[in-house]
């Protein structure tokens, strides 16, 4: 971003170097970035909302909001100025300063997981060299967040809610990390721009394609990040039929709707971390990146938002398998998600890990090997998926869509 | 030397890191056996036995390996040998001691291994990171296998106590080293560009020259991160003021962990003391011998932790009724003892602290025991178990006899010969100080005498109220026979002894 | 300029967020005290180019380390009355006195005119971030060349400490 705002300044008639407001310049933008992550942070949580209910209608069959705005799409709004409305409680027995603080915690390590989250080409706030490490990083605060609340509140749902929860995030933690090592093992890198480099735009150019242990860990990644993230079918800590709530019993009003505007924006946190390091990212079919940094004028910025929308693209569909699972599976027990996670994911992923150091020798040796292994893995997840399309069509042939399209949709 | 030549004079800890997993492995596959507890010591003998292999064929030098971060040296191999044999004795008491139940045997001597090679790790560190790790594993070990005995108050008291003062004093050191990185830019100790090294070439590019040019501020901090450092060091040997911790932990750990504990690890910390004091800060002189370097006066702050831990230990022993308590103050004092031949700062006290922990090995251990002997058929550990023990089991009597005339110094005992030899250095020393440390010294000794005569009248004057004589198992008569004939014969042979610590210390100089 | 008044801000955090650590009474206070200083500590690190040790610091201690002792803490779930009485009797006025009097002869004397804000020192610590300096590659070769024994010891010594941890807590094994 410095680049461009130097170039900007040089446009003017300045020198960067020597004209006194380039700091301040550069302060604005900083600003201006922080401001416009944040809001599309909140924002896309806030239409994930609708767009969740919506789905879960559509899957059993009911209508689901469909007054304020067209289809609906404005009840987000609607919600969000209520929740603003609504008083703000502070249990009697509460800790009032931690409960007061820890949405704010939450919303702070949830907003700088978008400084190194990639849009496309271009669109980063800042690409650090440590970037995937520092996303796993800051998510910590999440937890202290979580665990803050639930302690917070003095209530017994919140608080088991809370041992629940961080519990379940810091065992998650590692097969999620380890899984994501595996990419960086590929790239090379911990900057996710560099990650994105280092792949194509062709299916087998990405990393999940690349050979059965990133195969492997692109599906450990997203379990863990469903179980990181509270969302089913691991939501224990906010199992309503055992724990009311979980850590957000106790909250009401603006407070609350933080806490929900976490865990909707974690969605496109998820599948935008996924998109970068198994799918490919940003890259256009086709237009290599050094291509892509070479393109000038109007060609640019076609491709620029080309690139955006692929990102996009990929990463809302994955926000829709998300929901989709919601509204599929059953939420499993404590136990069962303790031991999915430590004996079997944590040594699935180390073993992945050391399988692809090892593949990694073994391709220098003998490249073609590394094509084959690409195309044959790209050919099978394309056969799986077509034959799954097929089933479900003929399902659909079978027993006909019950859904009513012609009222109140 | 680089990382992988330096494996060729690693074997000895290879061969420990392997032995700690095989352990763990055999406890699993044996776990359900009757002969469990038989099968597990001869496999802990037998990696006790490879690891001596391995210490023996280690090729004999003296040069830096692993890019200097540990020292290959014979000081290094002495003291192997010295931790080698408490282990074995370790591992041969402990199956007939009822204080380790057959089912936590196989981790009993996983972890042991895991202490042995910290301890080969603290002989040979000449780095402070190094240094402190090798503690830290040692320390850690330490606690866990003094709380071995989950369900006794005492012990869970004695680990928690062993914890907290351990975190304190390795939080002391750690500030020690990092003071001393920051005047030094470095945590080598010896070798090129080392501690030692920066000290002595006063010429020295390094700011520290620069700093110390007519200012004695800065050596203030010197002294202050070697104070700092020794915390570290004094809280494993049990020297005053970090020995707050042994009668406790000595009285609750399992009695064959606390002889180990009460030989091992201190003969350790000697070994990082002698090592980091001698690379740092003295300068060896071509036809032999140490210079100091640097004007630090770390003989002074020596000797007046040695005064104190000796007198302190004395006499507080002689008020103690339980006698794993009376042997760990025995144990600061001896402490004190062994740390006047560092405040020597020679040669000649270097070595006697050489000798004077051998025969420390053979008596102290022997002395413990005879402990456990007792409390396996009186269930306890006091002054009063011991009554009339020269009727009930004069063999071992006998032995405790010959132990505690040993530790107080007595001349036709092994003892004697230790402390005369440490005596002899410090008074070989010189100067009003010196003289008045042995002085002190001998002092002390006679002071010990009082608390030792008093489990010897304990044995042989008083009568007990079960005269029944008790079976001693046979192992423990033929290790207290082993340990006993040197006790009294040293005396008329001990030219080994020298010649083996004039090989280990003060030899050729270090590259 | 700005830096100066970066590690200023942050080591004010540091020794407010530790103090607190020590001075409060609720140990969840304390705990959450202990998150603030591993933070600011992580900005200090960021200052001294260091970026992955301060994202390691961020992720290990105030990330896991930090909840699980918060979780100790939750499930002993302290009343206030556990907590005990804080009384400042004679004895603790004495040692605060002597503690406070020796870190500031430290500081002072022994501290200040070891390190000194100008000449070679610091210029010699200028050279010393190389390219590349407190990245992933640089700390890579350290950990994995130079350092190379202490690292596995460290792995060792994390083994021995599970097991102890479990030769301790279990009753049963």
């Known amino acids: 971003m410095q680049d461009f705002i130097d170039n900007l300044i040089r446009s003017w008639g300045h020198d960067p170097a020597a004209w006194p407001w380039t700091q301040f310049l550069y302060l604005a933008f900083m600003g201006a970035a922080a401001f416009i992550v944040v809001n599309f942070a909140a924002i896309s949580a806030g239409i994930f909302s609708w767009a969740e209910r919506r789905v879960a209608a559509r899957m059993q069959s009911r209508v689901g909001p469909n007054r304020v705005g067209p289809f609906g799409f404005l009840q987000w709004v609607a919600d969000a100025v209520k929740l603003l409305l609504k008083e703000d409680l502070v249990p009697a027995e509460a800790d009032a300063v931690l409960f007061r603080a820890a949405p704010y915690f939450m919303m702070v390590g949830f907003a700088c997981v978008f400084v190194c989250l990639p849009f496309s080409h271009k669109l ?18 999440i937890v202290v967040g979580i665990i803050m609340s639930g302690w917070s509140s003095n209530s017994k749902w919140s608080l088991f809610g809370a041992i629940r929860s961080a519990a379940q995030i810091i065992s998650y933690e590692i097969p999620a990390g380890m899984a994501l090592m595996i990419p960086v093992l590929l790239a090379g890198t911990l900057s996710t721009q560099g990650i994105i480099r280092a792949q194509g735009g062709w299916p087998w150019q990405w990393f999940i394609f690349d050979n059965p242990a990133a ?5 450990i990644y997203f379990i863990s990040a469903l179980a ?13 039929s055992e724990l009311v709530s979980g850590y957000n019993t106790e909250y009401s009003g603006m407070r609350f709707s933080y806490f929900f505007l976490v865990e909707w924006g974690n969605m496109w946190v998820m599948s935008a971390i996924a998109t970068t390091m198994f799918l490919g990212g940003w890259q256009l079919p086709g237009l290599s990146p050094a291509r892509f940094d070479a393109l000038t004028g109007g060609v640019a910025v076609i491709a620029e938002i080309a690139s955006l929308a692929l990102f996009a693209f990929k990463t809302l569909f994955f926000v829709f398998v998300v929901m989709w699972l919601r509204w599929t599976l059953p939420r499993i027990r404590v136990d069962q998600m303790m ?15 050391l399988f692809v150091a090892a593949w990694m020798l073994l391709v220098h040796e003998a490249p073609w090997l590394g094509q084959a292994m690409r195309f044959a893995l790209t050919a099978i997840a394309a056969v799986t998926v077509a034959a799954f399309a097929l089933r479900t069509l003929k399902n659909l042939r079978d027993t006909g869509d019950k859904f009513d399209f012609t009222s109140n949709w | 030397m680089n990382n992988i030549h330096s494996l060729r004079f690693f074997w000895p800890e290879s061969v420990l890191t392997v032995a700690v997993l095989a352990m763990l492995v055999q406890d699993l596959l044996v776990r359900r056996s009757p002969r469990r507890v038989g099968l597990l010591t001869i496999g802990a003998l037998f990696w006790l036995a490879l690891t001596a292999l391995a210490t023996w064929r280690t090729p004999w030098g003296n040069f830096p390996i692993f890019g200097g971060l540990l020292v290959h040296d014979p000081l290094r191999i002495f003291f192997a040998w010295l931790f080698l044999a408490a282990a074995l004795l370790t591992v041969v008491i402990v199956p007939r001691s009822k204080e380790i139940s057959s089912a936590r045997l196989g981790e009993f001597f996983a972890l042991l291994f895991a202490l042995l090679l910290g301890m080969y790790l603290m002989a040979s560190a000449a780095d402070l990171l190094l240094i402190y790790l090798s503690i830290e594993t040692v320390s850690l070990v330490s606690y866990v296998l003094t709380g071995f005995q989950r369900g006794r108050r005492r012990a869970n008291e004695a680990a928690l106590k062993y914890v907290i003062y351990g975190g304190v004093a390795s939080g002391i050191m750690l500030y020690g080293i990092s003071i001393l990185y920051g005047l030094f830019g470095t945590t080598r100790v010896a070798g090129e560009g080392g501690i030692g090294a920066q000290l002595a070439d006063v010429t020295s590019r390094l700011f520290l020259a620069h700093a110390f040019g007519g200012q004695p501020a800065a050596q203030l901090a010197l002294v202050v991160a070697v104070v700092f450092l020794l915390a570290g060091v004094g809280y494993k040997i049990a020297a005053v003021p970090f020995h707050m911790w042994s009668p406790d932990v000595y009285e609750g750990a399992p009695t064959p962990f606390t002889a180990f504990l009460s030989v091992g690890p201190k003969a350790a910390g000697f070994a990082v003391a002698i090592r980091f004091f001698f690379a740092a800060f003295e300068r060896q002189l071509p036809g032999g011998g140490y210079a ?3 004007d630090l006066p770390w003989p002074a702050i020596i000797g007046i932790i040695s005064a104190i831990s000796m007198t302190l230990g004395n006499l507080t022993a002689i008020v103690q ?6 042997l760990a103050y025995s144990s600061i004092a001896h402490a004190g003892y062994l740390l006047m031949g560092l405040a020597a700062a020679s040669t000649a006290g270097v070595q006697s602290i050489l000798i004077y922990l051998i025969i420390y090995v053979l008596m102290n251990v022997g002395a413990f025991l005879v402990v456990i002997a007792v409390s396996r058929e009186t269930g306890g550990e006091d002054i009063k178990d011991f009554r009339g023990l020269g009727t009930r089991a004069p063999i071992a009597a006998l032995a405790l006899v010959i132990f505690l005339f040993s530790l107080t110094g007595i001349p036709p005992f092994a003892g004697f010969i230790g402390k005369y030899l440490i005596f002899a250095a410090v008074v070989q020393r010189g100067g009003f100080w010196n003289v008045l440390l042995a002085v002190i010294g001998v002092l002390n000794s006679a002071i010990s005498l009082f608390y030792y005569a008093r489990l010897i009248k304990a044995m042989y004057l008083e009568e007990a109220i079960d005269q029944r004589p008790f079976r001693v198992p046979a192992v423990y008569t033929g290790v207290l026979v082993a340990l006993a004939v040197p006790n009294s014969f040293l005396i008329f042979y001990w030219t080994p002894l020298v010649r083996w610590a004039a090989a280990a210390f003060g030899g050729s100089p270090s590259s | 300029m700005a830096e100066a008044v970066l590690f200023y801000l942050f080591a004010a955090g540091v020794l407010a967020g530790g103090s607190q650590v ?3 009474r609720n140990p969840i206070y304390g705990a959450v005290s202990l998150v603030g200083c591993f933070f600011f500590l992580a900005g200090i690190y960021v200052l001294l180019s260091a970026h992955l040790i301060a994202i390691l610091q961020v992720l290990v201690y105030a990330g896991a380390v930090m909840v699980l002792f918060v979780f100790v803490i939750m499930l002993l779930n302290l009343k206030e009355e556990e907590l005990g009485e804080l009384r400042f009797t004679f004895w603790k006025v004495v040692g605060l006195v002597a503690v406070l009097a020796t870190a500031a002869v430290i500081a002072w004397r022994a501290l200040g005119p070891a390190y000194p804000s100008t000449g070679p020192a610091r210029d010699n610590a200028i050279l010393l971030a190389a390219e590349g300096f407190g990245g992933v590659k640089a700390v890579g070769r350290t950990l994995y060349l130079a350092a190379v024994l202490p690292f596995e010891l460290t792995s060792l010594l994390l083994l021995v400490a599970i097991v102890a941890a479990v030769v301790v807590a279990k009753g049963k094994i």
Do not use: H
């Open chain 1, 124 to 141: 980063i706030v800042a690409d650090l060299n440590i970037g995937i490490f520092y996303i796993l990083a800051v998510t910590a605060l």
């Open chain 1, 215 to 219: 195969f492997a860990a692109f599906f």
């Open chain 1, 228 to 240: 990181e993230g509270n969302r089913t079918p691991f939501d224990l800590p906010e199992a309503e």
């Open chain 1, 339 to 353: 031991n999915m996670c430590w004996k079997y994911l944590v040594p699935a992923s180390f073993a992945g890990a």
């Open chain 2, 292 to 294: 100091q370097v640097g």
């Open chain 2, 321 to 326: 009724s339980n006698v794993k308590r009376l």
């Open chain 3, 22 to 24: 020590v001075l409060r």
